[in-house]
Nanobody, 123 residues
Framework: VQLQASGGGLVQAGGSLRLSCAASGSILRVNAMGWFRQAPGKQRELVALHTTGTMLTDDSTAYADSVKGRFTISRDNAKNTVYLQMNSLKPEDTAVYYC?????????????WGQGTEVTVSS
């Protein structure tokens, strides 16, 4: 599975950006998809997670507390793409954002990683 991330850039505080991550290859192996970020001098953290539902369950999402209510993760299975809509951006959201995927429903140690896309939020 290959992941191609895009959509980063420079934005003023309060602005919005949408990140995209397109998956290719053996995509049937992918269940969870999501976004991590790593700010300078900080550890990489999970920002948002999307898990595909089953015949008995719906798709599910989860977010870091720091982005709840501002970020939204969504997934277009027809395009094999996961998106991260980021609104009301803050300078502390500045980081390199990485998309990740795994055959399991969690992203504890993702098997697949995309390249990073840089997000810079100016005050």
């Amino acid at each position: 599975v290959q992941l191609q991330a895009s959509g980063g850039g420079l934005v003023q505080a309060g602005g919005s950006l949408r990140l995209s991550c397109a998956a290719s290859g053996s995509i049937l192996r992918v269940n969870a998809m999501g976004w991590f970020r790593q700010a300078p001098g900080k550890q990489r953290e999970l920002v948002a997670l999307h898990t595909t539902g089953t015949m008995l369950t719906d798709d599910s999402t989860a977010y870091a507390d720091s982005v709840k209510g501002r970020f939204t993760i969504s997934r277009d299975n027809a395009k094999n793409t996961v998106y991260l809509q980021m609104n009301s951006l803050k300078p502390e959201d500045t980081a390199v954002y990485y998309c990740a995927a795994d055959p399991s429903p969690i992203l504890h140690t993702p098997r697949y990683w995309g390249q990073g896309t840089e997000v810079t939020v100016s005050s």
